[in-house]
Structures are given as structure tokens and as C-alpha cells.
């Protein structure tokens, strides 16, 4: 099938996947351009982040400083476009990857302190979009918890090199972070729980 009648193929296609903490709503939108390109939304509904589902999804947690702007890129391990239009409906491994430059300040849980860069995904390369709602909201120059997952590239094999940003919580200047479910907790603490000693 070429890939315009591809894409004609997906129009109204509504997608529901499951990501963790995360319920998915994707939609793939074909678009009149002549050339292969593509349009994605994902639609994120995410369970409220409490500390005891902090502690079951483990997930590697850092207070990390992103320095510089966000940069686009197909998420392949040479950067190439990875398929001809959307693999299909049902994959939950970002098109796109906007790569964002870290400096990490204190490992709260896991093995990240050597990570320089995490990915958000989404993004825009040449006439190929990825948006993907809600993002974790972070910004320049401000310290932040950066809890981290394992990314994968879109075809689903590991990728070591850029772990995914799952949440940002910006840090406060008495080392505290305001969660989503729990009140204002130290950092002590969420190292603790994220540890699996939630006393």
C-alpha cells in the first residue's frame, strides 16, 4: 500500500493504549501533502502521580538542571526517518523524540548520574509532526526532579543512550518538591519511598 493510501486508510482511526500511569488517546491524521509526510496526536490521561505509585512503577528519579533548548529528531539510532508513515495504530514508542540537554546535580534513586541528555516525546522533523499532550513541564536553568524511564526507539528496541522524562517536579530552595496527590514532601523522603521504604 503506498503511503498516501496509508494514511487515507488511518483517517478517523482512535486509538486507546495503555503506557504505565498513563492511558493513551492516539490519533493518526493523514494529511494532502504530496510527499510522505505525516501528522500524530497523542492524547495522554494520566493517573494522579501519588507516592505509592511512584514506588511500584520504579522508575529512576534525578535532581537535574536542563540546560539548553529541546532538539527534534526521528527516534531511530541514526536519526533516520524509521518507517514509511505511522508503523501502526497500536504502538506506544514515540515517532518522534525532542532531545533535551541535562546536567545532573544528585541521583535521588537509580543509577542516572551519568545521563546528559533525556527525551520528551514529540516534536517536528521537516514535515513530519509527533505532538504528544500533556508534557512534563521543566524549564531552563531551574533545578528539577526528572523522573526517568527507559526509552525505547520507535521500533521498540532499547535505547540506552536517552531515557525518557516521564515527570518534572521543579525543586524548591529548601530541597522540597511539591507532588501532585501528596503535599509538599523533602527530597529525603522521596528518595525513601522511591527506594521502597514509603515509612
Same mark, same amino acid.
Given at each position: 500500500?503506498?503511503?498516501?493510501?496509508?494514511?487515507?486508510?488511518?483517517?478517523?482511526?482512535?486509538?486507546?493504549?495503555?503506557?504505565?500511569?498513563?492511558?493513551?488517546?492516539?490519533?493518526?491524521?493523514?494529511?494532502?501533502?504530496?510527499?510522505?509526510?505525516?501528522?500524530?496526536?497523542?492524547?495522554?490521561?494520566?493517573?494522579?502521580?501519588?507516592?505509592?505509585?511512584?514506588?511500584?512503577?520504579?522508575?529512576?528519579?534525578? *535532581? /537535574?538542571?536542563? !540546560?539548553?533548548?529541546?532538539?527534534?529528531?526521528?527516534?531511530?539510532? +541514526? #536519526?533516520?526517518?524509521?518507517?514509511?508513515? %505511522?508503523?501502526?495504530?497500536?504502538?506506544?514508542?514515540?515517532?518522534?523524540?525532542?532531545?533535551?540537554?541535562?546536567?545532573?546535580?544528585?541521583?535521588?534513586?537509580?543509577?542516572?548520574?551519568?545521563?546528559?541528555?533525556?527525551?520528551?516525546?514529540?516534536?517536528?522533523?521537516?514535515?513530519?509532526?509527533?505532538?504528544?499532550?500533556?508534557?512534563?513541564?521543566?524549564? *531552563? /536553568?531551574?533545578? !528539577?526532579?526528572?523522573?526517568?524511564?527507559?526509552?525505547?526507539?520507535? +521500533? #521498540?528496541?532499547?535505547?540506552?543512550?536517552? %531515557?525518557?522524562?516521564?515527570?518534572?517536579?521543579?525543586?524548591?530552595?529548601?530541597?522540597?518538591?511539591?507532588?501532585?496527590?501528596?503535599?509538599?514532601?523533602?527530597?529525603?523522603?522521596?528518595?525513601?519511598?522511591?527506594?521502597?521504604?514509603?515509612?
Amino acid at each position: 500500500m503506498s503511503g498516501l493510501l496509508f494514511r487515507i486508510a488511518l483517517i478517523a482511526i482512535f486509538v486507546v493504549v495503555a503506557a504505565g500511569c498513563r492511558t493513551v488517546e492516539r490519533i493518526i491524521a493523514p494529511t494532502t501533502d504530496p510527499d510522505d509526510c505525516f501528522g500524530m496526536s497523542e492524547i495522554g490521561h494520566e493517573a494522579p502521580l501519588t507516592l505509592e505509585l511512584l514506588e511500584r512503577l520504579g522508575w529512576q528519579a534525578v *535532581v /537535574g538542571t536542563v !540546560t539548553g533548548p529541546g532538539t527534534s529528531v526521528f527516534n531511530s539510532p +541514526d #536519526g533516520s526517518k524509521p518507517f514509511d508513515g %505511522p508503523r501502526d495504530a497500536g504502538g506506544v514508542d514515540p515517532v518522534i523524540i525532542t532531545v533535551h540537554p541535562v546536567s545532573v546535580e544528585q541521583v535521588i534513586h537509580g543509577d542516572a548520574g551519568g545521563v546528559t541528555e533525556v527525551a520528551t516525546p514529540g516534536g517536528t522533523v521537516d514535515c513530519y509532526t509527533f505532538d504528544v499532550q500533556p508534557q512534563p513541564l521543566f524549564r *531552563v /536553568g531551574v533545578p !528539577t526532579v526528572l523522573f526517568l524511564r527507559p526509552g525505547r526507539y520507535a +521500533d #521498540g528496541t532499547p535505547n540506552l543512550a536517552r %531515557p525518557l522524562l516521564a515527570k518534572a517536579w521543579p525543586v524548591g530552595i529548601d530541597d522540597t518538591v511539591v507532588t501532585e496527590h501528596d503535599g509538599v514532601i523533602p527530597l529525603e523522603k522521596l528518595g525513601r519511598v522511591l527506594g521502597g521504604d514509603s515509612e
